[in-house]
């Protein structure tokens, strides 16, 4: 089994939307991993049944008793996140400003604090248009631990991968550089990276590619949107080669990739040639990972 990430260094680039054709492509040969639970919009192109919830929890937050609490306000007093107030004769938490550290409950004299375990989000487990199994999640408002949600995201996609004997992993993550990212990256086998060509493309490019080469993982780059600026996309293509970065494909810009998205679809599900640029890098990574 083999795990192919796609990344970019910077959003708006179309990764979402190239890793969604390659789930297409791969069809029951794949499980499909959104790992971009911050932002997370592949469902948008592969249409899943939300079929399994399964609620994830990370973190702590406090929660005040209020018929413990006698309103000495020392709580208040000594959180340093502005996450308790008094409201209404009352000692109000704002579950968005805790940041469950615990201090609140140390100073408490009777006891009317309790750090409970936060919900940090869902994770679903659906069936999508392409004919195979997606993991995906969605992380709430102001929740923190992204990055342990990522691994979770990840670890339910490889139980199924191996349960329906699966080749591939195909996994979105997240545009950046953050924690999330690493946590994508780890026990990947080949990356995917989606660039544009301009200044902060470029420099978004350099950021990524340091953090794969500390994973040690081998990697391809897709230019999108190439012919936009074909000298920023000449630069490009030496960096990659100094780099030692195969350079899979030039994506020229096409208002149908637009139109694709608008109508919900991926690009290898509308009459253009992208489908066979994608085709292409498809069948290539497969040949490469088999062996």
Known sequence: MNEIVVLSGKGGTGKTSIAASLAMLAGHDAVIADCDVDAANMHLLLKPD???TVE???????????KQCIRCRKCEDI???DAIAYIGRQIEVSPIDCEGCGYCEMVCPTRAITMEERKSGNVYISNTKAGNKM???????GAEN?????????????L?????????????GAPGIGCPVASSLAGANYVILVTEPSMSGLHDLKRICAVIRKFRIKAGCIINKWDL??????EIKQFLQQEQIEHLADIPYDVRFSRAMTQGKTIVEIQSPYRKILLRIWNNLKSQLST
């Open 79 to 81: 959180c340093r996140f």
């Open 146 to 158: 992204s990055g342990k949600l990522v691994a979770r995201v990840k670890s339910d996609a490889k």
């Open 160 to 172: 199924l991968a191996v349960a329906g004997s699966k080749s591939f992993i195909i996994i979105d």
């Open 56 to 66: 994830f929890y990370s973190g702590e937050l406090a929660v005040i008793s209020q």
């Open 229 to 234: 600026n074909e000298v920023k996309t000449s």
């Open 50 to 52: 939300f079929g399994t």
């Open 135 to 141: 993991v995906h999640a969605r992380l709430n408002i």
